[in-house]
Nanobody
């Protein structure tokens, strides 16, 4: 069983920045592809970004391209989502997820393990 833990969420003004972190206790993340998803109230869970095992391939949903960056630090066993130029429409609970494979994917059903989520609220 893999337990993922997100941190770094909070309240920020539009145009601000946050960095989300995703770690795992007792399990190495570097073997697997990882993804970030988000869910706003009343909406379905949405793909945000994904990174492959090596970190050499990343994918982003169109609305965050140029503003969000997914990365991983194998030494720290952590995956990050750096978010800049935040907008009110970025407000959501953000989840990190682990895929039991090397390739990054954009579909949520490809991911087996999920964190509990961290709230990001962007005020206008």
């Amino acid at each position: 069983q893999v337990r993922l833990v997100e941190s770094g969420g909070g309240l920020v003004q539009a145009g601000g920045s946050l960095r989300l972190s995703c770690g795992a206790s007792g399990h190495t993340l570097s073997t697997y592809a990882m993804g970030w998803f988000r869910q706003a109230p009343g909406k379905e869970r949405q793909f945000v970004a994904a990174i492959n095992r090596s970190g050499g391939t990343t994918y982003y949903t169109d609305s965050v391209k140029g503003r969000f960056t997914i990365s991983r630090d194998k030494n720290k066993n952590t995956v990050y989502l750096q978010m800049i130029s935040l907008k009110p429409e970025d407000t959501a609970v953000y989840y990190c997820a682990l895929r039991l494979g090397e390739e990054a994917k954009v579909d949520h059903f490809e991911y087996v393990y999920w964190g509990q989520g961290t709230q990001v609220t962007v005020s206008s």
